[in-house]
């Protein structure tokens, strides 16, 4: 069985560009979140879909955005990148929403702006 | 609120020696409790989970965790380190019906000398 596939891996983007990351996730899983990740705020919570809605949001600027769709992947978009955008992005997927489901993370999207 | 403290940001042990790292935790409900490991330019894998039913959690790779919950603790233990083991080491809470609950540690990232 296939685990969470992130593309791209890796990417380097202009300050002022948008990116767009996209994430596949477990056959089967219907819930998908998004997170970021850099050395000085460890792991944070950008999002999270559930059968195309969006269930939850974390404290990111509405620069970040994202969407799930029908087959369950899902892709993240950043527009207007910053300097301090530059990081890990982690896709994850689950079964459904539940407390205490098994969340499964992708290698991540590594995100160089310049 | 829920909250995450790992106790050390870095721990180091020789090849063949018990490995012990700290997690306690702060949840106002019973929480579902996970660890996770992150090897260099890696997602993140789970090791193992606790959700409410034996307090003496067993994972891949020979680890396992203990649910104490008088001391609020999560601590995760190997008895003998391996060379692989070494990678970053988040311990995660979770309360609520969605992914957006998740708190994630800053992490401890172990090292192993030979």
């Known amino acids: 069985k296939a685990g969470v596939t992130q593309t791209p891996r890796y990417l380097i983007k202009t300050r002022g560009q948008q990116v767009t990351l996209s994430c596949s996730p477990i056959?089967?899983?219907?819930?998908v979140s998004w997170y970021q990740q850099t050395p000085g705020q460890g792991l944070q919570f950008l999002f999270e879909?559930?059968?195309?809605?969006?269930?939850n949001k974390g404290n990111f600027p509405g620069r970040f955005s994202g969407r799930q769709f029908s087959n369950s992947r899902s892709e993240m978009n950043v527009s207007t990148l910053e300097l301090g955008d530059s990081a890990l992005y982690l896709c994850?997927?689950?079964?459904?929403?539940?407390?205490?489901?098994?969340?499964?993370f992708g290698e991540g999207s590594w995100l160089t702006v310049v | 609120a829920q909250s995450v403290t790992q106790l050390d940001s870095h721990v180091s042990v020789s090849e063949g020696t018990p490995v012990l790292l700290r997690c306690n935790y702060s949840?106002?409900?019973?929480?579902?409790l996970f660890w996770y490991v992150q090897h260099p330019n890696k997602g993140l894998q789970l090791l193992l989970k606790?959700?409410?039913?034996?307090?003496l959690v067993k994972g891949i790779n020979g680890f396992e965790a203990e649910f104490k919950k008088s001391e609020t603790s999560f601590h995760l233990t190997k008895p003998s380190a391996h060379m692989s083991d070494a990678a970053e080491y988040f311990c995660v809470v979770s309360e609520g019906g969605s992914q957006g609950n998740l708190i994630f540690g800053k992490g401890t990232k172990l090292s192993v000398k030979p």
């Open positions: 994850a997927s689950s079964l459904t929403v539940f407390s205490g489901n098994t969340i499964y």
């Open positions: 879909y559930f059968s195309e809605t969006q269930r």
């Open positions: 949840s106002s409900y019973s929480p579902s």
């Open positions: 606790y959700t409410s039913a034996a307090t």
């Open positions: 056959s089967g899983h219907r819930s």
